[in-house]
């Protein structure tokens, strides 16, 4: 089975900081994803990447940047955090189909 | 502009019975549809999925059913099973974007024994 695991299940961080969201996957896709999931508002695509070094906005980019150095991992970035980034984010990934999403299990990042 | 929509937040059925959740589209480009499944503190999971070009596909207890003149699909559940409890998202993709997937705002269902 793919996995795709994120680093932390829960962090909370103070406002204004560096924060940093980890994703790695172990099947070789090279399509991943970050995604934030919001009560009434579903998932909203943040940024995607379709290799290495490759990076595109997604529908909700502002406050945020993504670091893909290797294949495996898709880091998303919040340059400073601000309480109306708390959410819970979760990460994708897929060979090229878009059926073939596999999802991590969540961040649930508290910002205070 | 929301591309996809599910409009009903929620929806709470009996066990046995059928669930029934809707979900509406506005992209013409849109050529690929899936139904992902999510438990609290979980990432969401595939469920199933159907092609432009199909206008039923059937997995099990889940069935899809696509209406692409009117820009909408639902998915079935029968029979319904408590353990189907979960928020039910709906996501559809475009070829020419790639294989990023716009997603609903979910439904939430509620299956009662």
């Known amino acids: 089975d793919v996995k795709v695991t994120q680093s932390s299940r829960y962090l909370v961080k103070r406002t204004g900081e560096k924060v940093f969201l980890e994703c790695v996957q172990d099947?070789?896709?090279?399509?991943m994803f970050w995604y934030r999931q919001d009560p009434g508002l579903g998932l909203r695509l943040i940024y995607f990447?379709?290799?290495?070094?490759?990076?595109e906005k997604g529908d909700i980019p502002e406050g945020y940047s993504v670091s893909r150095e290797k294949k495996e991992r898709f880091s998303l970035i919040l340059e400073s955090a601000s309480t109306n980034q708390t959410s819970m984010y979760l990460c994708?990934?897929?060979?090229?189909?878009?059926?073939?999403?596999?999802f991590g299990s969540g961040t649930r990042l508290t910002v205070v | 502009d929301q591309q996809v929509k599910q409009n009903s937040p929620s929806l709470s059925v009996q066990e046995g019975r059928i669930s029934i959740l809707n979900c509406d589209y506005t992209?013409?480009?849109?050529?690929?549809f899936l139904w992902y499944k999510k438990y609290p503190a979980e990432g969401p999971t595939f469920l199933i999925s159907?092609?432009?070009?199909?206008d039923k596909n059937e997995d099990g207890r889940f069935t899809v059913f696509l209406n692409k003149s009117a820009k909408h699909l639902s998915l079935h559940i029968v029979p319904s099973q408590p353990g189907d409890s979960a928020v039910y998202f709906c996501?559809?993709?475009?070829?020419?974007?790639?294989?990023?997937?716009?997603f609903g705002k979910g439904t939430t269902l509620s299956v009662s024994s």
């Open positions: 992209n013409s480009m849109f050529d690929y």
């Open positions: 159907i092609s432009s070009i199909k």
């Open positions: 099947m070789d896709h090279e399509n």
């Open positions: 990447s379709y290799d290495v070094k490759m990076k």
């Open positions: 996501a559809a993709s475009a070829r020419e974007a790639g294989t990023a997937l716009i």
């Open positions: 994708a990934s897929t060979p090229g189909t878009p059926g073939g999403y596999t």
